[in-house]
């Protein structure tokens, strides 16, 4: 799966993070569309399935964990790998990802140079 990852939905309501992460992913070599919230990330759904969703886990209008929710309980989304960007650290914070469908979680403050590379690890071992 982790070779097969060219395009990515970035839903992350910190423009800081937001735009570092961006820049990251695309020098990584990844076509990257990046939104602030859930509500943005759900209508980008609609228009154009992406190999790979990264959210934060605390985001205005929807949070991350919903947003989640919301890809799997949709046929046309729930293939989509879900990767959790999240400040909350916590064994449990981890688990409510992971119970709403996330394959994997990355702990803010995370190494955005790194980024691309821990996203290809989380999508290799979820293959």
């Known amino acids: 799966m982790s070779d097969s990852i060219t395009s990515i939905l970035l839903a992350e309501d910190d423009p800081h993070i937001r735009r570092v ?3 990251a992913l ?3 070599g990844f076509e990257v569309f990046a939104v602030a919230d859930g509500t943005e990330a759900l209508q980008m759904l609609e228009d154009r399935l992406f190999d790979l969703v990264v959210l934060d886990g605390m985001m205005p ?3 991350g ?3 989640c929710r919301r890809i799997r309980a949709n046929p046309r989304t729930a293939h989509l790998p879900v990767i959790m960007l999240s400040a909350r650290t916590q064994a449990s914070d981890e688990a409510a990802g992971e119970a709403a469908g996330a394959n994997g979680y990355i702990r803010k ?6 980024l691309g590379r821990q ?3 989380i999508c290799g ?3």
């Not at 403050?109 to 790194?114: E, I, K, Q, W």
């Open 21 to 23: 992460s961006e820049v």
């Open 26 to 28: 695309r020098r990584d």
């Open 61 to 63: 209008n929807l949070d």
């Open 65 to 67: 964990l919903e947003v």
């Open 109 to 114: 403050p995370f190494d955005a140079l790194s």
């Open 119 to 121: 996203i290809r690890t």
């Open 125 to 127: 071992s979820a293959a």
